[in-house]
Structure formats: structure tokens, C-alpha cells
């Protein structure tokens, strides 16, 4: 069993840096991919970025990617999102998830509850 707590949401304007973070706990941490999604008002979840659990292998959204890094640090059960250069069009909720590397929603198995990401033009 995993849990997830995320943190770090907020309001910054466009251009802005935000970096999210999440905790998690349970011993097999460490053995998870995790990844972040995000989900707008009236849209599905979407894929923004995931790391497999060795740190060694990353991918990201279209989207996002030269904007956005994922990162983890197992010793402290916390991955991270650090958004640079941030668009009105990345305001969602974000959340952290854990289990197998992919794209889709279906892959993990842990979620957390989600933070609010808001991004003013």
C-alpha cells in the first residue's frame, strides 16, 4: 500500500515557476513508477509527466516537455514536478500517482488527492 500527499499547488502568472511536490509512504515506494497528472475543468485526466523508480528513465507530454522536470528522490519517498515558463493552459489540479511506467490513467495504482495549479494570463 502507498499514500500520496501533494503539495505546492498555488496562483502565479504566466511565465511563472511552481514546484510541486509529493510525499509518500509505505515500504514500496521505492519499487513504483510514479507519475503526475493533471485535470482541467471539463476535461479528462491527462498524462503530464512519469519517472520509472530507478530515476534513470523519464518521459513527458508534448506539452510540457522542455518546460516541465520530473524528478524523485527515494530516500525520501517524494517525487517532484518543477514547472518552469508556466502557461494559462497548464491551470488544473495536479496529482502524483504510483505504479507501473505509462501514459495512461490505468497504469497506476495510488493516487493522491490533488493540488491546484492556477495559472493567470
Known amino acids: 500500500q502507498v499514500q500520496l500527499v501533494e503539495s505546492g499547488g498555488g496562483l502565479v502568472q504566466a511565465g511563472g515557476s511552481l514546484r510541486l511536490s509529493c510525499a509518500g509512504s509505505?515500504?514500496?515506494?521505492?519499487?513504483?513508477?510514479m507519475a503526475w497528472f493533471r485535470q482541467a475543468p471539463g476535461k479528462e485526466r491527462e498524462f503530464v509527466a512519469a519517472?520509472?523508480?530507478?530515476?534513470?528513465?523519464?518521459n513527458y507530454a508534448d506539452s510540457v516537455k522542455g518546460r516541465f522536470t520530473i524528478s524523485r528522490d527515494n530516500a525520501k519517498n517524494a517525487v517532484y514536478l518543477q514547472m518552469n515558463s508556466l502557461k494559462p493552459e497548464d491551470t488544473a489540479v495536479y496529482y502524483c500517482?504510483?505504479?507501473?511506467?505509462?501514459?495512461?490513467?490505468?497504469?497506476?495504482?495510488?493516487w493522491g488527492q490533488g493540488t491546484q495549479v492556477t495559472v493567470s494570463s
Open positions: 500517482a504510483a505504479g507501473r511506467y505509462g501514459v495512461g490513467p490505468r497504469e497506476y495504482d495510488y
Open positions: 509505505g515500504r514500496t515506494f521505492s519499487n513504483n513508477a
Open positions: 519517472i520509472h523508480w530507478s530515476g534513470g528513465i523519464r
